[in-house]
């Protein structure tokens, strides 16, 4: 394969315009932008808890193939039309919830984001994933979106309140719950 990015800048954005991977150009601002740009900022913020030294063999492997997911999904928001995540990526997603969750005791109160570096990072991830799955759906109310990338998304969010929950135990043995004050 050849080199994708030769030059990093092309100053065909100057005029507040983005290009699309169809060759097509958008405002930068465009619902389409913002739901792929929230797409990547999910993937760097699932990067930053993969950046965090001594996570469990599993939570690695699962959050590796997510990035890789997030990529493809950003491409088929970037492309109109595209289709790149398929139910298997949603099945996938639903059979690592499932394994993740069967290890943690049921949930009884509300938890407190955070518990030690890497479940603060991956609660954090797990809220840029909800505002990507908001913007997608922004998209999908007057463009096109398939389904399973919307459903991906969900499901995504799910797994990083699950893996929080899972690296908190990890790190700090435990989860601090949300005490309701009067």
């Not at 109109?80 to 049921?106: K, S, Y």
């Not at 799910?158 to 135990?169: G, M, T, W």
Request: glycine share 10%.
């Amino acid at each position: 394969m050849g080199n994708r990015l030769s030059k990093i800048y092309t100053r065909t954005g100057d005029d507040g315009t983005t290009g699309l991977g169809d060759g097509g150009r958008v405002a930068k601002e465009s619902l389409r932008v913002e739901a792929y740009g929230a797409v990547d900022e999910t993937n760097s913020a699932v990067g930053m808890v993969l950046a965090v030294p001594g996570l469990p063999d599993a939570v690695r492997a699962c959050l590796t193939e997510v990035q890789h997911d997030l990529f493809d999904l950003g491409g088929e928001l970037c492309i109109p039309g595209h289709r790149m995540i398929t139910p298997a990526h949603v099945e996938r997603l639903e059979t690592e919830l499932d394994g993740f969750n069967d290890a943690l005791p049921p949930l009884k109160e509300f938890i407190l984001p955070g518990g030690g570096a890497a479940a603060a990072a991956c609660h954090v991830a797990r809220t840029v994933s909800r505002r990507a799955e908001r913007r997608a759906w922004s998209l999908a109310r007057v463009e096109d979106v398939a389904p399973d990338a919307l459903k991906y998304l969900n499901r995504l969010s799910d797994l990083l309140f699950v893996l929080a929950r899972v690296l908190a135990r990890h790190e700090t043995g435990s989860e601090v719950l949300w005490r309701h004050r009067r």
